[in-house]
């Protein structure tokens, strides 16, 4: 049923209607009388629901669209040419939910839909922004011949505070996921809601489907970046998962490993050359070559981890703390060694804790056949200051087979010694007496190492 005005200047026809399952009310006018090029127009609202959805959205899954709001859109009848076509609305009172990007958006929240194209055959929107809590997003979609999603490219692609990236959302057919790629910008990790628990309402992946992902940078914590990044990335119940390829802070190829877990998304990472990685990490510019293994676990606080790092067969050179404390322990030998070739570890292994503001070694030990020496202590990052300490146990090949009663990376007879103040320039102090009390009696003449939970 409609109902039709006619005047000398236009006919105007006004009614509700449906397209498909989608409902609207509408009014259509015809300008009339000369120079008005036989073009028309069509301006009203539409129902955003289910009906809706059907229609337009059906590439985007199930369960799109729930409740019901309300967009004003307008149609451009011009003779001889396609259609083209505007969608605006608050999105108040529909519920949205995007499962492939693991957003939605709860129905009393508003947000922002705008959408103008061409109804050509198939129908092109050259501009399509939809923003929401947690969510930003602004491109270019297009539909296939059946009507479904063809393409979505995303020229911006905000989520949370975490993720501001491009990214291709293609369609693959009936009952199928879409593909995701996301082909440029950059993550912070350390802003994963709930130190990257799936939570859809703030803008956290979580949908399901595999995402290609090439990413200029991913920031992991204060002061490890990884860019260049490249890989497969599949949401998680609890975080991410996938492998990936990417440069260390700009500098070092590594590969890795993202693993979901009950506090977030974890990290191992694998150098080539370990030395060099430690330098690119800001951690240890002293050493190389190596193999290096390194873990890192979020604890559930924002910008705090946990982690485990272990090497082999690296080389430290031009060392002034490990001279200093080979100069206490008269291994005259190796000072010269140090300052020239370097020095030989077959391995080394440590338990950390990171903050913003500071680095914990909870136990840390390196050996070779030479000496071996054990590390616990801080390093202020923010103030570049030191507080460590440990044992140095000379001719480690010998000596160390005792260390079955002592701390790993200790000999039976070692000197217990103490870094303290700028890292640039710190004091050195060895206790020449500890050498006389062997294996665990040394922790009698040892202060309690600093740590991040003592003032």
Do not use: C
């Not at 799936?198 to 860019?227: E, H, N």
């Not at 020239?340 to 840390?364: H, I, N």
């Amino acid at each position: 049923r409609l109902d039709l005005r006619a005047t000398p200047a236009d006919i105007t026809l006004t009614g509700a209607g449906r397209l498909g399952q989608a409902a609207f009310d509408a009014a259509w006018v015809l300008p009339l009388g000369p120079g008005q090029g036989g073009g028309s127009r069509v301006a009203g609202t539409v129902a955003l629901d289910e009906g809706f959805a059907a229609e337009f959205l059906a590439g985007l899954g199930k369960d799109v669209l729930s409740g019901t709001g309300r967009g004003a859109f307008a149609v451009t009848l011009p003779k001889g040419a396609p259609p083209g076509v505007t969608l605006k609305s608050d999105l108040g009172g529909v519920a949205v939910r995007i499962a492939d990007l693991g957003w939605a958006k709860p129905a009393a929240a508003r947000g922002r839909l705008e959408v103008e194209g061409t109804l050509a055959a198939p129908v092109r929107l050259d501009r399509v922004v939809l923003e929401g809590p947690g969510l930003a997003a602004e491109g270019r979609l297009t539909l296939d011949g059946a009507g479904a999603l063809d393409r979505l490219s995303l020229s911006r692609l905000e989520l949370g505070q975490w993720l501001k990236a491009k990214a291709d959302i293609s369609g693959q057919g009936p009952g199928r996921p879409v593909r995701v790629r996301l082909t440029g910008g950059s993550a912070d990790l350390r802003r994963l809601p709930d130190g990257g628990a799936p939570a859809p309402d703030r803008g956290s992946l979580s949908g399901g489907a595999a995402i290609a992902v090439a990413l200029d940078k991913v920031q992991v914590t204060g002061g490890i970046a990884l860019t260049a990044v490249q890989g497969t990335l599949r949401p998680a119940r609890q975080g991410l998962e996938g492998a990936f390829k990417a440069r260390l802070n700009g500098e070092v190829p590594v590969t890795g490993q993202m693993l979901p877990g009950p506090r977030g998304t974890s990290f191992r990472v694998r150098a080539e050359d370990g030395g060099a990685a430690l330098g690119a990490a800001g951690l240890f510019a002293k050493a190389s070559g190596g193999v290096m293994d390194l873990a890192i676990m979020p604890t559930g606080r924002r910008g705090h981890y946990e982690g485990t790092i272990d090497m082999t067969g690296f080389r430290v050179r031009n060392m002034p703390v490990l001279a200093e404390l080979l100069n206490a322990v008269s291994i005259v030998g190796l000072i010269d060694q140090l300052a020239t070739q370097g020095l030989v570890f077959a391995e080394a292994k440590g338990r950390f804790r990171l903050t913003p503001d500071a680095m914990e070694l909870t136990s840390g030990r390196a050996v070779g056949a030479s000496f071996g020496v054990s590390l616990e202590g801080l390093y202020h990052t923010t103030e570049d200051r030191l507080d460590l300490r440990g044992v140095i146990s000379p001719f480690y090949l010998i000596n160390g087979i005792g260390s079955v009663l002592t701390r790993p990376g200790e000999g039976l007879v070692g000197f217990t010694y103490r870094v303290r103040g700028k890292a640039a320039d710190p004091r050195v102090t060895v206790n020449p007496l500890s050498v006389l009390a062997p294996g665990f009696f040394r922790d009698l003449l040892r202060r309690p190492a600093a740590t991040l939970d003592t003032p």
